[in-house]
């Protein structure tokens, strides 16, 4: 019984769009076929941080995140209304609870693809990735950006905060180079525990904030779908002429195990007191973490390091 | 308890010249190998001298001296002392296939560090210690629990030791995925990493290494007379069950030691005493000699080769837990080789006719079961909370719902009856209570294949994961029918088989566990069951295709029930025996597969569905199977129920409530029943 009616329910549901498609609808391309929109979306749900940030960006509140808190810590600005439900984790969404907040528009990424049938299911599905092999990371972003931007009717928005960020990078640049900060190569790395870190390759997000910046990366090295590599301390002690950012969060006690460790305090770039620490940022979001880091990591260099991790 | 020397020759005059030989070789080939890429940079005398001092001036000496000489000395110190816990766990088990790692012994410390670094951090910061043994303490308690009136058959404790590290295995990844960004530190430290920046690990580590290593030795005169078997042994007093106590407890707190510093580094225990044996050490002290000389010299070697495949690639780090695994799976085969000769499996003789509880009506069994099944079918549909709150949705009301709650229902469904009739099988098949499509290994088959797509960055759609899934388990089953083969399909190599290739399925899930984030927590998700990627078309694809092969079934309930009764028995019955055991082989492996690309490969119902029919009073081939595959069905829609609702919005995948819940039940049941 259930079947016919989800059959008709199907059926129903191909027509609307047959006539939607023939009704003034917008088309757009995305990686996993077309989505059509005859109206801005309205109740937006998105499946990762990085379209989350992109709408916020765009001035429009998700009606449903995924992993609702886990943003606040991790990537934090632009900041989410607390009101806004989560609807599961980022790697199983809840198809029932997305359902339920009727969403117009669905935002998710390749990650999802087995589930994209289910998604279309509940509402039209842009599907966008920001880390795609063969591309990069920055351009995928602000392409989810610009797009979402024409869907929901925003794009001089977006255009000013595309403008804003390349605003933000040319100063950030040129107090570096005023400074004369800009020769050394630079490693950014996050501490998994005082024996590994998580370090940043030519292929992550970040990479486009040190091109921006003139500042070259130390870690020459590809790394994985996402952008970095996990590497044992030792790994980056070849690369003596470098400076190491700490990218928050560290495990507390850090400071102490690496202050006793001799391979640690005879390392070039301790000793020549170029360890720099800044708060966390999203390495895998959309365009602001770019942004975000560019302030951060200029202001860093500027002030100055030390010799240790705080 | 089955001493090995009993049928061997007394003790041999001399060291076969195999021994020290191969040791050698070992040893400076992985010294070798570890100092090579350090030649360019330090001359020999120097690399020599970083075990001692280091010249400030020139970095590559500090590195040498803080980095390179403390990751060797901890290579060889864990090597030495988990090859010696190996060795002695062998003996007081007189099992061959017996270490910390096949125990559950690792798996178990693992879990206490992951639980006290959710619960109880101050623990930690206290010792590290004390968590990791209070978990290998649980984990051999229950292995020993769970064997305990089976008789420590060698092959039941392996596979009860197999049961725990899944168990606590999933325990460990509920926790891993609810909070997967949260405990980036512990994937990479449960792959198993020796990288050194200081000498104070060592420092730490090597008193304890060595006064349980001399505790051991201690121990070594009461072991010799285990030696001499159980009968004889307990003939000199009555303090075996101590010795054995001591000495399990000596081999839990090594490992506990190693696994709270570097992670865990599986199957150096396992691969070290084997090669000893199998180069030709006979006697108790020259097993213990050169199985930890073998392990120091291994572990280096498989440090090394991983030090050299993270220099080779983008630099990534390659766990040492990996190469370890990597080498574990073969020595777990040729561990099987010298391993049919000398025992008698002990898995034939328990066969299903010497567990009999009372026999029930089928009628009633089966109504029982089917009613359940119903009222959870009911709840499933109608009763789940939203994001307002909990509601009650009318039978009338569920198309609505049908979309997302009916397609994964029915397939978790499913998949519980395809695992419960391919358990039944297999436990048919090789007359071992222990037998299971999971322990089979063509579910790991078809979950390498997974993990090596993720490694490979691939995107894969449902459709092609199917069949990626499937190719894996067929393969698996070529494997494993080559191997069946060579041991004429005899049950007890098969499940060990299947062990190894779970054991390689774990070093890629290793790798892919220290590479991070998001994509190790989109694995593990899969790896444990998610039925709520599962559409209509394929729920009903599913259907259609576990009706075929239940009908099929009905064809070869007669061979099944010959089978158990002896080859020759069944041969003069007129039955072709090894075509109809690879026919039965086949059946249980496409079921497995279609199972397990649902479910994952590591739910536990083709283990417990069957014995819940059995002590469910269900005898005959038939009806056992029915009423497992009913079991079976319920067990996974209950899981896939729960797994919806518990942490709403959030999800657990439904296999791991399975593992979680069937793991309970067998530990009791077993307990309890298994005899």
């Known amino acids: ?310 | 308890m089955y001493a090995e020397s009993a049928s061997l020759p007394a003790a041999r005059p001399a060291i076969p010249a195999k021994l020290p030989v191969a040791a050698i070789v070992l040893w400076f080939g992985a010294l070798i190998a570890s100092s090579a890429p350090w030649l360019g940079e330090l001359d020999a005398g120097a690399l020599v001298s970083a075990f001692w001092t280091f010249d400030p001036e020139n970095y590559s000496s500090v590195l040498a001296h803080y980095s390179w000489a403390p990751r060797v000395s901890i290579a060889i110190l864990i090597g030495c002392g988990l090859g010696l816990a190996g060795a002695v766990t062998q003996q007081i088990l007189g099992n061959p296939l017996a270490s910390p790692t096949t125990l559950g012994v690792e798996a178990g410390g693992q879990f206490g560090i992951t639980v006290a670094t959710l619960f109880a951090p101050g623990l930690l910061a206290f010792s590290p210690d004390l968590a990791a043994i209070g978990g290998g303490l649980l984990a051999i308690g229950m292995v020993i629990a769970l064997t305990w009136r089976l008789g420590f058959s060698p092959v039941t404790v392996i596979l009860a030791g197999l049961v725990i590290t899944f168990f606590l295995g999933a325990m460990n990844m509920a926790f891993l995925l609810l909070k997967g960004e949260w405990l980036g530190n512990l994937f990479i430290w449960g792959a198993g990493s020796l990288v050194q920046n200081n000498w104070e690990p060592f420092m730490e580590l090597w008193p304890r290494v060595l006064v349980l290593a001399l505790l051991m030795l201690l121990l070594m005169r009461p072991l010799q007379l285990l030696q001499l078997g159980q009968t004889s042994a307990s003939a000199l007093g009555a303090r075996v069950g101590l010795i054995r106590a001591l000495a399990l407890l000596l081999v839990v707190l090594m490992t506990a030691t190693v696994v709270s510093r570097v992670g865990v580094v599986a199957f150096v225990g396992l691969a070290a005493p084997v090669l000893a044996k199998l180069l030709g050490a006979r006697t108790l002290g020259n097993k213990l000699l050169w199985s930890t000389l073998m392990g120091g010299g291994l572990l280096l070697l498989a440090d090394t080769l991983a030090h050299w495949a993270s220099t080779w690639g983008d630099g990534s780090l390659v766990p040492t837990g990996t190469t370890t695994a990597l080498i574990g799976g073969p020595v777990i085969l040729l561990a099987l080789q010298s391993f049919r000769n000398t025992h008698h499996m002990p898995g034939q003789e328990s066969s299903p006719a010497g567990f009999l509880p009372k026999r029930r009506s089928p009628v009633l069994i089966t109504g029982v079961i089917s009613a359940l099944l119903l009222i959870t079918v009911i709840v499933s549909m109608g009763w789940a909370p939203g994001l307002e709150g909990w509601n009650w949705m009318a039978i009338t009301q569920w198309d609505d719902a049908w979309a997302w709650r009916g397609p994964r229902l029915l397939a978790a469904m499913l998949a519980g009856v395809a695992l419960g009739l391919a358990g039944t099988l297999i436990q048919r098949m090789t007359g071992n209570p222990m037998g299971s499509p999971e322990m089979l290994g063509i579910s790991g088959g078809a979950a390498l294949v997974m993990v090596l797509i993720v490694l490979s960055g691939a995107e894969i759609s449902r459709i092609g994961q199917l069949g990626a899934a499937t190719l894996g388990a067929a393969g698996a089953l070529g494997l494993l029918i080559l191997l069946a083969r060579k041991h004429r399909f005899a049950g007890n190599q098969l499940l060990l088989g299947g062990l190894a290739l779970y054991v390689f399925m774990d070093a890629g899930l290793r790798l892919v566990m220290a590479s991070g984030g998001t994509v190790a927590s989109q694995l593990l998700n899969w790896m444990y069951g998610s039925t709520w990627l599962i559409s209509e078309s394929e729920a009903f694809g599913l259907l259609g295709f576990i009706v075929l092969i239940s009908s099929l079934l009905l064809l070869i309930v007669r061979p099944l029930t010959i089978l158990p009764l002896g080859d020759t028995a069944a041969a003069s019955l007129g039955l072709s025996v090894s075509r109809a055991r690879l026919l039965l082989l086949f059946l249980a492996a496409v079921l497995t597969a279609s199972a397990t690309v649902v479910i994952g490969p590591l739910s536990f119902v083709g283990l417990i569905a069957p014995h819940l029919a059995r002590v469910l009073g269900q005898q005959t081939v038939g009806r056992q199977m029915i009423v497992a595959a009913l079991a079976g069905g319920l067990l996974l829609a209950v899981a896939d129920y729960l797994s919806r609702i518990v942490v709403f919005p959030n999800q657990l995948p439904a296999g791991l409530l399975a593992a979680l819940v069937g793991g309970v039940y067998f530990l009791w049941g077993l307990s309890r029943h298994g005899r």
Do not use: C
Not at chain 1, 37 to 62: C, M, S
């Open chain 1, 1 to 310: 019984m259930s079947i016919e009616v989800s059959v008709r329910t199907f059926l129903a549901l191909l027509f609307t769009g047959l006539v939607a498609l023939t009704a003034s609808a917008e088309t757009w391309q995305h990686e996993y076929g077309t989505i059509n929109l005859d109206a801005p979306p309205k109740r937006i749900i998105a499946l990762n941080w990085a379209a989350t940030e992109a709408l916020l960006l765009l001035g429009v509140t998700p009606v449903g995140v995924a992993d609702r808190d886990g943003y606040d810590v991790w990537v934090n600005e632009p900041k989410l209304p607390a009101d806004v439900p989560n609807i599961g984790t980022r790697v199983a969404p809840s198809l029932e609870a997305i359902a339920e907040l009727q969403p117009d528009l669905i935002v998710t990424s390749s990650e999802m693809a087995p589930a994209s049938r289910q998604l279309e299911r509940i509402a039209p599905t842009y599907v966008i990735s920001v880390y795609k092999e063969g591309h990069r990371p920055f351009e995928k972003a602000s392409e989810m950006l610009t797009t979402l931007a024409e869907m929901l009717g925003r794009e001089a928005r977006a255009n000013t905060i595309l403008a804003d960020l390349e605003q933000t990078l040319n100063t950030q640049r040129q107090r570096l180079e005023e400074a004369g900060m800009t020769d050394r190569p630079v490693a950014l790395v996050n501490f998994l525990d005082d024996r590994h870190v998580r370090i940043y390759a030519p292929n992550s997000l970040y990479q486009r904030t040190l091109d921006a910046l003139g500042l070259a990366n130390a870690w020459p090295m590809q790394g994985n779908f996402w952008g970095f590599s996990v590497v044992g301390l030792e790994a980056i002690a070849s690369y003596r002429n470098s400076r190491i950012v700490v990218i928050d969060p560290i495990l507390p006690g850090l400071a102490d195990t690496l202050a006793n460790s001799p391979f640690w305090t005879y390392l070039p770039p301790v000793r020549r007191n170029q360890i720099y620490q800044i708060d966390a940022v999203w390495p895998f979001g959309g365009v602001y973490p770019v942004k975000r880091l560019a302030t951060m990591l200029t202001d860093a260099l500027l002030e100055g390091g030390s010799d240790n991790v705080r």
